[in-house]
């Protein structure tokens, strides 16, 4: 995934010179819309595939969020960029491929507005007996042998989504509609450590 990711930050790096040749003239709306149509499309274009990869891959398209919000809020290149990316309410790279990976596969998955393919790979735990714990969704990890090897096999989404919609707190998986679930696992993927 090496390739891709400089690839993504290779381009994303050009489009970032080009709004800053145009940053000038642009208000900080203007200039925001165009960083999300030529920057975070590209940062989030299958972004679910880079799960678990090394921080020293993802730390390279943290880099270009970086220099997109700076660019955005024209703050100095020594300032700390956690607030800043905190005021303009957007999530580091890491928590934006975990956001993905809940919202458009696993939530919609669940809720039936996934594809099949991706309906099928979930697998909601049916307990035998009644317990407290019984009106909440919670899914079921594949069975250690099926996954085959120990580095790929956990950042494959049918391992990675069970892991990461379980460790979800229980009133944001009882979300009703997707627009609630989506505002409570941003809030609390913010308030989570890095």
């Known amino acids: 995934m090496s390739k891709h990711v400089s690839s993504v930050c290779k381009s994303a790096s050009f489009a970032l010179y080009k709004i800053g040749r145009l940053r000038s003239f642009l208000d900080q709306p203007s200039t925001e819309k165009l960083v999300h149509a030529f920057i975070t499309s590209r940062l989030d274009n299958c972004n679910s595939l880079l799960f678990g990869l090394p921080n020293s891959e993802l730390d390279k398209l943290q880099r270009i969020q970086n220099s997109a919000a700076r660019l955005v809020t024209r703050v100095k290149g020594r300032c700390h960029m956690k607030p800043v990316l905190r005021q303009l309410h957007w999530l580091p790279v890491k928590k934006r491929i975990i956001f993905k990976i809940l919202l458009l596969n696993t939530y919609?998955?669940?809720?039936?507005?996934a594809p099949d393919y991706i309906k099928e790979i979930i697998v909601v735990r049916k307990p035998t007996r009644t317990l407290r714990s019984s009106s909440e969704v919670?899914?079921?990890p594949p069975p250690v042998t099926s996954l085959k090897t120990a580095t790929y096999g956990y950042?494959?989404?049918?391992s990675s989504a069970?892991?990461?919609w379980n460790k979800l707190p229980p009133f944001i998986r009882g979300s009703k509609s997707i627009e609630q679930f989506k505002t409570s696992l941003k809030?609390?993927?913010f308030t989570l450590p890095d």
């Open 187 to 189: 809030t609390h993927l």
């Open 155 to 158: 950042r494959a989404f049918s």
């Open 162 to 164: 069970p892991s990461l």
């Open 138 to 140: 919670l899914l079921k």
């Open 108 to 113: 919609k998955a669940i809720h039936g507005f």
